[in-house]
């Protein structure tokens, strides 16, 4: 009787591997991929360079698993904002406000930057100033979403970092706020060519992490949003008492912590937190893609991994554009040189990569 329990859970465990291995090839197989990025993009210049992120991210998020929201807020704001380049990482400049200071990333997480800027250090000290800060990122956000039990999916490699940061009209003019509607929502994706199920796929995100109250108070007060549930609404309230409160809520009251498809059963619970949420649902052309979510987990996380990997190429640097940075919040000085001698290894590395995918 035991032995033929333990024969079950290893058939489960063994469905349950060739489930996720399968969302993996798939994802890798049917996501176009941008000229200049390449699955194995470190397999000779730096082979550890998944190993290392994946094994320290594991230490930060067993002390704190809230830093895997952090880092993946951080892909997904690099990414709208010119592109996938990590200028979100620059630190500001004298003369005006950038990037950073835009209202939008005022909210993310100082330590996600401290992360980012550690895994480079880990990463350099083994391989040299090879990897980007921006493939750095992609692969945080990757690992953040698989530690937290989301899908696992590779990432194309070969980003550059950027050599400015976004002005902050620019910033606010390519991110979404919180209180956009379906419509808006979908028009800004479009100039990024992700469509509504990758709007909804990718709002998947809030399944985890927090939000500061001033981001939807403005749907409690001075009356509650008749979209909202109203018990939701009544604990809101308790937990951000003024429209202006300091305070922070979960983002997925079924499981804050877990990368799962909660967030769509909140979604047809009426628990969305943001407008640009609930209106998902409420929208006829995203609402049945927000109900397929919230009854096929599997779905959601097949299409999140390609949206991600759809996101995760917008507008990117490659070969002999941008640098790579020797820090991720300053620009370097010397980086033409640096660069040239780089370019030279990777175009020999192209060719090798491809034979590897055969
Ligand atoms: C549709 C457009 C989106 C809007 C309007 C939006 C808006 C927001 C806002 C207002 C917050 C809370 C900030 C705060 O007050 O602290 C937030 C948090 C977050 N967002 Fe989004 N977001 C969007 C898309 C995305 C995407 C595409 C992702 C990732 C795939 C994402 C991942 C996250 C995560 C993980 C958090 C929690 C961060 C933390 O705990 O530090 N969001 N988002």
């Known amino acids: 009787m035991a032995s033929s329990s333990a024969a079950a859970a290893s058939i489960v465990s063994l469905l349950l591997l060739s489930s996720s291995l399968l969302i993996l090839s798939e994802a890798e197989t ?81 330590e996600a930057f401290d992360i980012i800027d550690d895994l480079r250090l880990r990463v350099h000290k083994e391989c040299g100033r090879v990897v980007s800060c921006s493939d750095i990122v992609a692969l945080a956000a990757r690992d953040s979403v698989f530690l937290s039990g989301g899908p696992d999916y590779e990432v194309p490699l070969g980003r550059r970092d950027g050599l400015t940061f976004a002005t902050e009209q620019a910033t606010l003019d390519n991110l979404v706020p919180p209180t956009a509607n379906t419509t808006f929502i979908l028009n800004r994706l479009a100039t990024k060519n992700l469509d509504k199920t990758d709007a909804v796929a990718l709002s998947g995100g809030h399944t985890i992490g927090i939000s500061h109250c001033t981001s939807f108070t403005e749907r409690l007060y001075p009356t509650v949003d008749p979209t909202m549930d109203k018990t939701f609404a009544k604990n809101l309230k308790e937990s951000c008492p003024t429209i202006d409160s300091n305070n922070t809520v979960f983002q997925d009251i079924r499981s804050p912590n877990a990368f799962d498809n909660k967030y769509y059963v909140d979604l047809m619970n009426r628990q969305g937190l943001f407008t640009s949420d609930q209106d998902l649902y409420t929208d006829k052309r995203t609402r049945d893609i927000v109900t397929s979510f919230a009854v096929d987990e599997k779905l959601f996380f097949e299409q999140f991994a390609l949206s991600m990997i759809k996101m995760g190429q917008l507008s990117v640097l490659t070969g002999n554009q941008g640098e790579i940075r020797a820090n991720c919040s300053v620009r370097n000085t010397d980086n033409k040189k640096f660069l040239a001698s780089v370019v030279d290894e990777e175009v020999s590395e192209e060719g090798w990569s491809a034979e590897l995918r055969k």
């Open 30 to 110: 049917s996501a176009p991929i941008v000229n200049g990025l390449s699955w194995t993009f470190y397999k000779k210049s730096c082979p550890k360079v998944e190993s290392i992120i994946r094994k320290q991210l594991k230490k930060v998020f067993k002390k704190d698993i809230g830093q895997a929201a952090g880092l993946l807020r951080l892909h997904f704001h690099d990414c709208f904002v010119q592109g996938c380049d990590g200028s979100v990482l620059l630190d500001g400049s004298t003369s005006g406000p950038g990037e950073q200071e835009a209202i939008p990333n005022l909210t993310l997480r100082k």
